[in-house]
């Protein structure tokens, strides 16, 4: 049993800032990526970024340079932390963990909107 509880989200104009949070409980002793995903509506679910069990990072072109992907020292906690947002980031973001099956775990989304 895992469950993934995100925290963060909201309206922002563009060029502002905003951080998510996600932590994992239940059967957490392997995990072995984490990160998030976003969904813009009419589109598929893409990566924005992950991290592996050795720190390995993952980011999507669109955001490099922009966000930065982090976690704690359990490594039950990643945190995303969004600079600069362009329109194009207005997605309900995905928190996402590995489970040592290879099945996905996600969070219920927390909706990020970039506009004036």
């Known amino acids: 049993q895992v469950q993934l509880v995100e925290s963060g989200g909201g309206l922002v104009q563009p060029g502002g800032s905003l951080g998510l949070s996600c932590t994992v409980s239940?059967?957490?002793?392997?995990?072995?990526?984490m990160g998030w995903y976003r969904q813009a509506p009419g589109k598929e679910r893409d990566v924005v970024a992950t991290?592996?069990?050795?720190?390995?990072?993952v980011e999507d072109a669109s955001v490099k340079g922009r966000f930065t992907l982090s976690r704690d020292n359990t490594r039950t906690t990643v945190f995303l932390q969004m600079n600069n947002l362009k329109p194009d980031d207005t997605a309900v973001y995905f928190c996402?963990?590995?489970?040592?099956?290879?099945?996905?775990?996600w969070g219920k989304g927390t909706a990020v909107t970039v506009s004036h």
């Open positions: 996402y963990a590995l489970a040592p099956s290879g099945t996905p775990y």
């Open positions: 991290i592996d069990i050795s720190g390995n990072l």
């Open positions: 239940g059967d957490t002793f392997t995990i072995y990526n």
